[in-house]
């Protein structure tokens, strides 16, 4: 069947802003991929895609494109960049400006080795979980997948661990940052949290000229390749990035995690036994419920995806949260397996724009899921988890779990 079905879910449908979707994007995704893989979505200017092997091939084009600049008017592209405070990141930026961006940036966070900080993110997250210890309830997500995540990237950055509370409301009001249906309110907030965010980098990137220190921004002022170096507008760009991209998706990360091991027993018991398990647990966790709905690319020429042909500038949204779930690729695939064999799934986006934070993610999940419930071994939920209303983003707003 092709775009020709008027009952296709589409629009705000195929966004968390439709509660049926937000709750089981799966059962829209699974239509889609039997009905209408590459599904031309009019209201937000996009072309849908939900077969995992149509993504695959999408996301591993590097001829394709991202600055929004470059899609035609109407697409969901240029609705963001008409946005007020839009500011480019390396995620709107094609080579050669972002092959220069993302080297430099890589080199400065290469300089901090993820596997020696992998002791400190088991101390930090000890200390959230020893300031639950007597409590009968929390909600796992403020208390814990939340903060763990906004700490570690806070002192990786070299943030005064006075400011964290500030880093906590800017990281909170940055969940609408792809929302193609921001109201005012919501526009007003982000837009000043932006503002305080760069005022605050702004200073701490002048400290550091003054005064270099063993942190991702004195690092990113050293990096060089050549003649190239970061400005301070790409640093503190840069730094809400990492902010956004480094906070927001490991919490859902990690959230979606323990729902999903409460929801197993079996396999939470299977983790207990055998601890090697955590890391493929955290890669069956990104297949089957990952923190990131889509990655966005652009046509620049006509292209035929699957049997749909893609005009020249046209928007193509590959569903992420779908490609773990097409049996194509995953045998079995609405089972949660953490034995599974080699989960396949991008939640991490893929090919030049791959995600850079990747190994720190899955690194901060690894570690933090395992000593959550080997604390409290007997967790279960205390209400039903409330899911986010957040486009782009797929974790939950509050997961209130009892201790015993």
């Known amino acids: 069947m092709g775009d020709e079905a008027t009952d296709l879910p589409t629009g705000i449908q195929l966004t968390s802003l439709d509660p049926a979707y937000r ?38 084009n590097r ?18 960049t008409q946005r007020e405070g839009f500011i480019k990141s390396m995620l709107f930026l094609d080579d050669p400006d972002h092959h220069r961006l993302r080297s430099l940036v890589a080199q400065a966070f290469s300089q901090r080795s993820i596997n020696d900080i992998s002791l400190h993110i088991a101390q930090v997250a ?8 007597g409590r009968d309830r929390f909600d796992a997500i403020a208390a814990y997948a939340s903060p763990l995540p906004i700490i570690i990237i806070a ?19 940055s969940d609408n940052a792809f929302n193609p249906m921001l109201t005012a309110e919501q526009q007003e907030a982000m837009l000043r949290s932006q503002n305080e965010l760069f005022d605050y980098f702004e200073r701490q990137i002048a400290e550091r000229r003054l005064s270099p220190r063993d942190d991702l921004i004195s690092a990113m002022i050293a990096a060089a390749d050549g003649d190239h170096r970061l400005s301070d507008q790409e640093i503190k760009v840069t730094c809400n990035l990492l902010l956004v991209a480094g906070n927001i998706t490991t919490t859902d990360l990690i959230g979606n995690a323990i729902r999903l091991l409460i929801d197993h027993p079996d396999q939470r018991q299977l983790l207990h036994e055998r601890p090697d398990l955590a890391a493929n647990m955290v890669e069956e966790v990104l297949r ?14 006509d292209m035929t995806v699957g049997a749909t042909l893609i005009p020249k500038g046209e928007v193509m949204f590959t569903a992420l949260q779908s490609v773990g779930r097409d049996p194509e690729l995953n045998p079995d695939a609405q089972r949660f ?6 989960p396949v799934h991008h939640a991490f986006g893929g090919g030049v ?32 988890p409330v899911r986010k209303i957040a486009p782009g983003f797929n974790g939950y707003g509050e997961l209130l779990v009892n201790v015993g």
Not at 155 to 173: K, M, Q
Not at 288 to 301: G, K, L, M, N, Q
Not at 372 to 383: D, G, I, K, Q, T
């Open 337 to 342: 397996d953490i034995t599974r064999d080699k």
């Open 126 to 133: 000890n200390e959230l979980l020893d300031a639950l210890e």
């Open 23 to 60: 709750e089981d994007a799966e059962s829209v995704h699974a239509r889609l991929r039997a009905e209408c893989p590459v599904h031309h979505d009019k209201q937000f200017g996009r072309y849908f895609l939900t077969n995992g092997k149509d993504i695959e091939a999408v996301l591993r």
């Open 155 to 173: 002192e990786i950055l070299g943030v005064d661990p006075a400011d964290r509370a500030d880093f906590i409301a800017w990281s909170r009001t």
């Open 353 to 384: 724009h791959f995600c850079l934070g990747a190994q720190l993610a899955r690194m901060e999940a690894r570690i933090a899921i395992p000593l959550l419930f080997e604390r409290f071994p007997n967790l279960s939920l205390a209400a039903e």
């Open 63 to 80: 001829a394709l494109l991202l600055d929004p600049d470059r899609a035609n008017q109407g697409t969901i592209a240029k609705l963001q």
């Open 288 to 301: 089957f419920d990952p923190p990131v709905t889509a990655s966005s690319r652009i046509a620049p020429e």
